[in-house]
């Protein structure tokens, strides 16, 4: 029997029916968990979190190039 680290609640697993890395959810608070261990399993909680600032850092960044080029295209226009 294993616990959900982010809820605790008993999930109950069969080690030979996971593999380490698979990811699974928990029925109680729908956490995504990542086997880390097979004998006997063990998980860590999966945080969205740290996915979503990651694609707003990307995103920031590509949006804050496109308007510095938009600027410069304007700059060379007046040049001319």
Not at 6 to 34: F, M, N, Q
Not at 56 to 77: L, P, R, T
């Amino acid at each position: 029997m294993t616990r959900c680290p982010e809820c605790d609640t008993e999930i109950d697993l069969d080690e030979d029916e996971v593999e380490e890395g698979e990811i699974l959810s928990c029925p109680e608070c729908d956490a995504e968990l990542e086997v880390t261990q097979t004998h006997p399993v063990h998980f860590v909680v999966l945080s969205e979190d740290e996915d979503d600032e990651d694609d707003d850092e990307d995103g920031d960044a590509d949006e804050g190039s496109d308007a510095e080029d938009a600027e410069e295209e304007e700059e060379d226009e007046e040049v001319e």
